[in-house]
């Protein structure tokens, strides 16, 4: 799987970004794709999913109700809509294919090939 993610940039608190990630290729078996975030001196976090028939969607807690998550099939990407940013929504963005559940709402796993570059995404206060 190929996946190669776009839209990050500086926005001020309040502001709105878009982000892209084209993937080409991708397991069968797994459930969805969407999107992580890591901070300086944090762990990668879950974020936003979507499943591949693009019927249920996914959000941690803390973006529920702000950012969005959505297909196109006919251009085989997935966008993460982000709106009314904090400053803590402040990380690097991977998006991520092949993704299974493994537990809670917010568990996946990813496998190894299966992750996009990474696009920074800064909300200044």
């Known amino acids: 799987v190929q996946l190669q993610a776009s839209g990050g940039g500086l926005v001020p608190a309040g502001g709105s970004l878009r982000l892209s990630c084209a993937v080409s290729g991708r397991t069968e078996s797994s459930d969805a794709m969407g999107w992580f975030r890591q901070a300086p001196g944090r762990d990668r976090e879950f974020v936003a999913a979507i499943t591949w028939s693009g019927g249920t969607t996914y959000y941690r807690d803390a973006v529920k109700g702000r950012f969005t998550i959505y297909r196109d099939s006919a251009k085989n990407a997935t966008y993460l809509q982000m709106d009314s940013l904090k400053p803590e929504d402040t990380a690097v963005y991977y998006c991520?294919?092949?993704?299974?559940?493994?537990?809670?709402?917010?568990?996946?796993?990813?496998?190894?090939?299966?992750w996009g570059q990474g696009t920074q995404v800064t909300v200044s206060s």
């Open positions: 991520a294919a092949d993704m299974n559940r493994v537990g809670g709402p917010g568990s996946w796993a990813v496998p190894l090939g299966s």
